[in-house]
Each structure stands twice: as C-alpha cells, then as structure tokens.
C-alpha cells in the first residue's frame, strides 16, 4: 500500500524551529516530487514547498522564504522541511504530497497535480 506518513509537528513559541519527516512506504520517494502543504483553520489549503526528483528545483511559498527549507534523504526514503523562525501565522496542518513517477527539472506546489497525500502533522507556533 503506498503511503505518506508526516511527522514533527507541535507546539513551539514564536522564533522556534522545528522539523517535518515525511516517510513514504510502498514506494520510493527518488521518482516524486514531493510538495508541502498547509491548512490553517477556516483558510484554504496553501503550497508551502516542493522539491523536483532530481534536487535541481525547490521552491517556496514567499511568505516562508529564508525560514523554511526542503530537503530529501533518498536512503531514508524520507523528505524533510525544516522551519526556523516560526510565526504563529505559520500554526496549521502541514501535509507532504507526491506527484509522480516523474523526471523534472521543476516541481509544481499546485495540489492539483498531487497523487499521494499523508495525512498531517499538526504545528502550533504560540507563547
């Protein structure tokens, strides 16, 4: 059965780090690029980041630039953002999505263009 499972979320204060895993079963991760999400309560669901197959693109959402960075182990099987810096708007459900098999140069953060989703990892920046 494939699947994305996130983990690494919790409640940190204001300009605290934390870091998401997203682990892939059933599947190797190599072939994908894989997109973060977020939803925020009563807001849509945004692109956060992605990250191409082949490492040669990532790109983010501007509200996170210089704080957030994506980054896969393919030994682990695992795809990785780090976040720094948090704000309490940054307080959501972050989910890890893959689009793929595919070779890319570029990743899409469209949800649209996702086949595989995980199921969230809750973040709660607040003093």
């Known amino acids: 059965q494939l699947q994305l499972v996130e983990s690494g979320g919790g409640l940190v204060q204001p300009g605290g780090s934390l870091r998401l895993s997203c682990v892939a079963s059933?599947?190797?991760?190599?072939?994908?690029?894989i997109a973060w999400f977020r939803q925020a309560p009563g807001k849509e669901r945004e692109g956060v980041s992605c990250?191409?197959?082949?490492?040669?693109?990532?790109n983010y959402v501007e509200s996170v630039k210089g704080r957030f960075t994506i980054s896969r182990d393919n030994a682990k099987n695992t795809v990785y953002l780090q976040m720094n810096s948090l704000k309490p708007e940054d307080t959501a459900v972050y989910y890890c999505?893959?689009?793929?098999?595919?070779?890319?140069?570029?990743?899409?953060?469209?949800?649209?263009?996702?086949?595989?989703w995980g199921k969230g990892t809750l973040v709660t920046v607040s003093s």
């Open positions: 059933g599947f190797t991760l190599t072939y994908y690029d």
């Open positions: 999505a893959a689009d793929g098999p595919t070779v890319s140069n570029s990743c899409s953060r469209d949800d649209s263009a996702m086949d595989y």
């Open positions: 990250i191409s197959t082949n490492d040669r693109s990532a």
